[in-house]
């Protein structure tokens, strides 16, 4: 008996002892966050992909990482003629990108995007997206509206230093809004609405000034785009059929003595050179305008071509009177197309999810190299409103070294028409005596007889990681 009892205790004692053990365990494996709350815990394991930082958890629900971009622009501008302004060479930090993302469950992600170039801050993407029912995404915040081929592809990805001038002037970027997007395979579509831009703290201070003082809407944009991707099952080719179309009303983010006005308006080159010769100034009295936008891309192995076209109809409230007559609508447009090809072995890769291509892969060790060619053209030029016309002609060469460094270097001549002098103004009538008239019978000429023509020689560091 004593035996038993003895043995009893001991058997009590072992599984009091074990369970303050376990409740110990228990205890320490809770944790809180800095507001007091039990929060759940997932170990997470690190790895390098292709150059960039990424934690994942191992069932792959979450995943966080960081998308960081640095590019080194220098560019040198000769050939223009010495009676106009000349032009100063120059370097720049073009982009010094800073991104987090993360995928917090299967079906929610969110990122968060800002750019320090040259010491100024601005805000890039900024957004949240479900992805939990079948063949549809969800997205709200800002970020680029799916308009453009050439605007939406990355910048890390872009063939050329700068995008063409009618992308830069007309494709919708960064807005904030929300927007549907469906990916069927071979098929392709996106639908949002958006409102003002929201880059920096100016824009912000327009917004809150036309609001504050005078009460106004942010206005909006509605933007669709459909896009059919034949043989998207193949690697090694493919072909992108897009179209798109954008209505648009004008936006609070503009100064408030210009709000109801638009400006179209870019830089021919690079970054570098901050003259905008092809500029409308800003055109008062705007109910709305429409954009509207054809693309077309093939690629075959290292070759790949991409082109678009884009239109831009801006209707306003009241018309204005022009030599042939009164109109209440201005149209402006422009295209390009390009060509490249990976002279080592080198394959092109497009991303069928996005409907644009990616980063290619190289045919040597050593990396690859990729030569293009690239013809733009834009014009401003739509009586009333005379902003200027141009062209140019460009050359690349780009130069893989890895996943993560790319050297570009690119030539580019610019031909512009004799409007092409900055902030285009309405051409008016003038009576005898000079004092403008309302008849609109006769068109100040500029005072160019020929436009700013030159040459520009620049190069891109770049980094990605």
């Known amino acids: 008996m004593k035996h038993f009892l003895f043995t009893a205790l001991a058997l009590l004692l ?13 205890k320490e494996q809770i944790r809180y966050n800095q507001y007091g709350v039990p929060v759940n815990r997932k170990p997470l394991f690190s790895e390098e992909r292709n150059g960039v930082l990424v934690f994942e958890s191992r069932n792959e629900d979450y995943k966080i ?12 501008f000769f050939g223009e003629n010495p009676d106009y302004d000349p032009i100063g060479n120059g370097v720049s930090i073009r982009r010094a990108r800073f991104a987090v993302k993360a995928q917090v469950t299967k079906d929610w992600y969110g990122e968060v995007d800002l750019d320090f170039a040259n010491g100024i801050l601005e805000l890039k993407d900024a957004f949240l997206m479900y992805s939990g029912i079948k063949n549809l995404e969800i997205q709200a915040g800002n970020f680029k509206e799916g308009f453009s081929m050439e605007s939406t592809t990355t910048s890390r990805y872009l063939p050329f230093m700068e995008r063409p001038m009618v992308v830069q002037t007309f494709a919708p970027s960064r807005h904030i809004g929300a927007q549907l997007k469906t990916n069927l395979n071979w098929f392709m579509a996106a639908a949002g609405v958006f409102f003002q831009a929201v880059e920096d703290a100016e824009i912000r201070t327009n917004v809150e000034d036309n609001n504050k003082d005078y009460g106004r809407s942010t206005g909006y944009s509605v933007t669709a785009k459909v896009v059919a991707m034949p043989f998207y099952q193949d690697r090694h080719k493919g072909l992108h059929i897009g179209l798109a179309g954008s209505y648009r009303t004008p936006k609070s983010d503009m100064a408030t003595s210009e ?7 870019t830089r021919t080159a690079t970054s ?3 003259k905008k010769y092809i500029d409308t100034d800003v055109i008062k009295d705007v109910h709305h305008d ?36 009164e109109t209440s609508r201005l149209y402006f447009s422009g295209w ?71 050297i570009m270097l690119n030539y580019m001549y610019s031909d512009h028409d004799r409007f092409a002098n900055g902030k285009g103004k309405l051409l008016v009538g003038h009576d005898a005596s000079g004092t403008p008239t309302k008849d609109y019978t006769k068109v100040v000429d500029s005072p160019r007889t020929a436009g700013v023509d030159y040459h520009t020689l620049s190069v891109r560091f770049e980094i990605d990681f």
């Open 336 to 406: 390009y197309a390009h060509v490249g090809y990976l002279l080592f072995g080198g394959k092109q890769r497009y991303n069928t999810h996005d409907g644009e291509f990616t980063q290619p892969s190289r045919g040597r060790n050593w990396g690859d190299i990729e030569i293009l060619f690239r013809y733009d053209y834009l014009t401003l030029n739509s009586a009333p409103v005379y902003g200027g016309s141009g062209q140019n002609y460009s050359a690349g060469l780009n130069y893989y070294i890895n996943n993560n460094i790319k």
């Open 272 to 274: 570098i050179n901050r």
């Open 259 to 265: 709000f109801g006005g638009v400006r179209y308006s």
């Open 65 to 76: 990482w960081l998308d960081s971009r640095v590019q080194v622009d220098g560019a040198a």
């Open 14 to 26: 072992a599984c009091s002892a074990f369970a303050q053990v376990a409740d110990s365990t228990e």
């Open 290 to 325: 429409l954009l509207y936008g054809a693309e077309l891309a093939a690629y075959f192995g290292g070759l790949r071509m991409q082109g678009e076209y884009i239109g831009n109809l801006t209707f306003l409230n009241n018309p204005v009177p022009t030599v042939t007559g």
